[in-house]
């Protein structure tokens, strides 16, 4: 496979899995979400699916940068791979956790989690390709601010 193919592969997953991650948000953005009280910097509702989608792109583009390495160092990209792709699962649990559950306080300790796993990916595709490391520094800032709205919004509604 060569390296637009794999980038190719891995971006339609990540699109993917973002877009079974919004089968759930989008009936609850609709009924639930509305009575919840939310901190006065919550972004409007129609910021969050174009950030999603530049989001799952660059990570798909990172994966893709980072697999294409596979024949430079297989133990390493393996490894990297890995991470990638349990925080690419903890990412779409969030959504079950908070928008399908309705729960943001079990969904804002998996929130800790995933930020522990996108660093860790960020450092294991840095070693690999500088570029991959640096295409998931807007995803490892957005998470963060995820987690402090995720929290905020538990504490305005416990």
């Given amino acids: 496979m060569n390296k637009i193919t794999r980038i190719l592969a891995v971006v339609v997953t990540c699109l993917a899995i973002g877009y079974f991650s919004g089968m759930v948000t989008r009936s609850a953005i609709t009924t639930w ?34 697999w294409n390495r ?3 160092g297989k133990e390493a990209v393996k490894k990297a791979l890995v991470f990638f792709a349990i925080q690419l699962a903890l990412n779409a649990l969030w959504s079950y ?5 309705h ?13 522990l796993m996108i660093y860790e990916t960020y450092i294991q595709f840095a ?19 995820a987690a402090v709205l995720n929290g905020s919004i538990w504490w305005l509604n416990k």
Avoid at 97 to 101: D, R
Avoid at 127 to 145: C, D, E, Q, R, T
């Fill in 103 to 115: 729960n943001p306080m079990l969904a804002g300790l998996e929130i800790i989690v995933l930020w």
């Fill in 127 to 145: 070693k690999i390709n500088k570029i991959a490391g640096y295409l998931f520094l807007p995803y490892l800032a957005w998470v963060s601010f």
């Fill in 70 to 72: 596979i024949d430079f």
């Fill in 33 to 66: 979400y509305p009575t919840l009280v939310k901190p006065s910097f919550n972004p409007p509702n129609w910021v969050f699916a174009p950030v999603w989608s530049m989001l799952y792109i660059m990570m798909g583009v990172a994966a893709g940068l980072v």
């Fill in 97 to 101: 956790l908070f928008f399908g559950l």
